[in-house]
């Protein structure tokens, strides 16, 4: 406690320290907050293209830069200054001298502070050690930092703390500004395939009368106006398949979801999913879809088929992809023989004993769902489509022809977790209606992630929909594979955290 009200005291008497820089500045008539400034380079930019110069090819180079950014280091020897500037793309050493700035200028120069941004402009030259740095005759003060960055321009250690305040975190870290750089190119190579595949980009609403479309806990709100009940989205999946109804045969949808579930390296509240519907097609299609795609935006991101995740290589190569019945994963990966995972109470003892919660009047389906959570999903690295999950378990999936106790549906595991569901359709009315109705007995006996009846939607269906294959993929997930992050949060550019206490 001691030690946490010295840093807070150590801090105050820093921050303190810039207030009274930022008005002897003020009275000196330097506007702290000025608007107007053009940037007109990017450090990355002179440095791809002057890098390889040498000091006296410099010298010819009568190009002016003019840069901004924020100040991230400083080295002042008396009447001449080194600092580093960061902007977006990278970092730059810059030097200024007071015989170039002037007595007032440069004395107000010193009095900027790391962190503080400002705008710089002059000529390139290469220093003793070699290296390159913009020789500035302008400094323009452009934002005053009051708070300092973390000691030394060494990151933020706590996690918690990185998570929090992300904008510092941003600012000394590269690695996590590299992660959301990354993730905008995932996103962006996502819809690029998809929309070359033909699929349309569409909105559905994210507050909706009826959750629908997973088994999840929605978080509810309420419409002043209408007076009425609203839940947050836990999944756009039935007002896609509306739009099949309505004649589109392929939608996507990047949407943001909301489940009012627990919160770990896996899961938060609120996360980005991509829906995808295809008419005339079935789960084997999307299968095959898949693994193009994965193939696709890993090759477009990180250069290779092959990625390394948490020192495991991971193989996305398309037809190197394992297919494997849900059944058969219990045994042949689970361990488990029919016999065994058949057996009702045995199958309960057994989940009991792993310290899992066994609810009174679970159905077989679930049961064994469990035990593909505790002794299969770990186990499934390399990417591996489960297929034909149990009916019981899979209330908007098509039944499968030979089998209708199980369904034409697949989840998609990489690296121990699923990344995606998928499945062919359901488009009868009547037994939709059906499964909606097991659904609602099952909420009614206290499960409160059970369907909701959806009136509208079997109306839908009773119009028509064609036969089609729809899947979800978890973008923070595949971001998690992509950029090698342990945790969602690390993806996340403001995970959910409890307040500050």
Not at 154 to 176: A, F
Request: proline share 5%; with cysteine.
């Amino acid at each position: 406690m001691l030690e946490s009200l010295d840093a807070r005291d150590e801090l105050n008497e820093v921050v303190k320290n810039r207030v009274v820089k930022s008005c002897e500045l003020l009275d000196d008539g330097v506007a702290l907050y000025p608007n107007g400034f053009v940037k007109q380079h990017d450090v990355a930019a002179i440095s791809a293209e002057y890098e390889g110069l040498t000091a006296e090819e410099l010298e010819n180079v009568d190009t002016r830069f003019t840069c901004a950014g924020r100040i991230v280091s400083q080295r002042s020897f008396g009447k001449v200054t080194f600092f580093h500037l960061m902007d977006k793309s990278g970092r730059l050493q810059c030097y200024t001298a007071r015989e170039v700035l002037g007595e007032d200028p440069y004395r107000n120069f010193k009095k900027l502070d790391t962190g503080d941004i400002v705008g710089v402009s002059g000529t390139l030259f290469r220093t003793k050690t070699g290296e390159l740095t913009l020789s500035c005759d302008q400094c323009v003060l452009l934002t005053k930092s009051i708070r300092p960055l973390p000691e030394k321009y060494h990151g933020l250690k706590d996690v918690e703390t990185r998570y929090r305040q992300r904008y510092v975190d941003l600012i000394v870290t590269p690695r996590t500004r590299e992660i959301f750089r990354k993730r905008t190119l995932i996103v962006r190579e996502f819809r690029r395939f998809l929309e070359e595949k033909g699929f349309m980009e569409v909105e559905t609403p994210m507050m909706q009368p009826i959750p629908g479309g997973a088994t999840a806990m929605p978080f509810i709100t309420h419409h002043n106006a209408l007076d009425m009940q609203l839940y947050m989205r836990i999944a756009p999946e039935l007002y896609l398949k509306r739009l099949l109804v309505g004649g589109f045969e392929k939608v996507f949808e990047i949407n943001r979801n909301f489940r009012n579930e627990g919160i770990s390296t896996r899961h938060n509240p609120e996360f980005t999913m991509c829906e995808f519907y295809w008419a005339y097609a079935t789960f084997e299609d999307l299968m095959d879809l898949t693994e193009q795609l994965f193939a696709h935006v890993a090759e477009k991101v990180c250069g290779s088929y092959v990625v390394t995740y948490q020192g495991q290589e991971v193989d996305l190569t398309p037809g190197r992809w394992t297919r494997l019945s849900f059944h058969d994963s219990l045994e042949k990966i689970g361990g488990h023989k029919p016999e065994f995972y058949n057996d009702y109470e045995a199958v309960r003892k057994y989940i009991r004993e792993r310290g899992e919660k066994v609810v009174d009047g679970e159905k077989m389906a679930k049961l064994q769902a469990k035990l593909f959570d505790l002794d299969v999903e770990g186990k499934l690295i390399q990417p591996t489509f489960i297929y034909h999950y149990p009916t019981d378990i899979s209330p908007l999936s098509r039944r499968n022809n030979e089998r209708p106790d199980v369904t034409d549906r697949f989840e998609l595991f990489i690296t121990g977790r699923e990344l995606g569901n998928a499945f062919s359709e359901l488009n009868d009315p009547v037994d939709q209606r059906m499964r909606f109705m097991d659904q609602v007995a099952e909420k009614e006996a206290g499960d409160a992630e059970a369907h909701f009846m959806d009136e509208d939607y079997l109306r839908a269906l009773e119009y028509g929909m064609p036969p089609a294959a729809g899947q979800g993929v978890g973008i923070d997930r595949l971001v998690m594979l992509l950029t090698d992050s342990p945790s969602i949060r690390e993806v996340i550019l403001f995970p959910l955290l409890k307040p500050e206490s």
